[in-house]
């Protein structure tokens, strides 16, 4: 099971977008809950998105109305769209897949046991 960022990430100004994305393979992730995290330096990882295998969605409240987190279920991916960054958006973000058709945004719930794709930087900054 590996979870690939196809991603570097990048840099862009207060207001910019970026997008990631996250390709699976070994395994077929149709009924997997998927999941964006994120961590600054100093501080535990935080979810910022989850969607499971049913299309809900769920949003760290910081985020809502400007990231968006899809999954093409014939493409085994997963994506965020991040719009209107900010400052306090910037850090390392990580996509993962946990095998459970119960989907939480909780880091606490994932570290257990979650298959984890490499991290990206973003950084916004003016």
């Known amino acids: 099971q590996v979870l690939r960022m196809e991603s570097e990430g990048g840099s862009v100004r207060p207001g910019g977008s970026l997008s990631l994305s996250c390709a699976a393979s070994?395994?077929?992730?149709?009924?997997?809950?998927m999941g964006w995290f994120r961590q600054v330096e100093g501080k535990e990882r935080e979810g910022v998105a989850r969607?499971?295998?049913?299309?809900?969605?769920a949003y760290l409240d910081s985020v809502k109305g400007r990231f968006t987190i899809s999954r093409d279920n014939a493409k085994n991916t997963l994506s965020l769209q991040m719009n209107n960054l900010e400052p306090e958006d910037s850090g390392v973000y990580f996509c993962?897949?946990?095998?459970?058709?119960?989907?939480?945004?909780?880091?606490?719930?994932?570290?257990?046991?979650?298959?984890w794709g490499q991290g990206a930087q973003v950084t916004v900054s003016s």
């Open positions: 969607i499971d295998s049913d299309g809900d969605t």
């Open positions: 993962a897949a946990r095998a459970t058709s119960y989907c939480s945004l909780r880091y606490s719930w994932w570290a257990t046991d979650a298959v």
């Open positions: 070994g395994v077929t992730y149709t009924t997997y809950c």
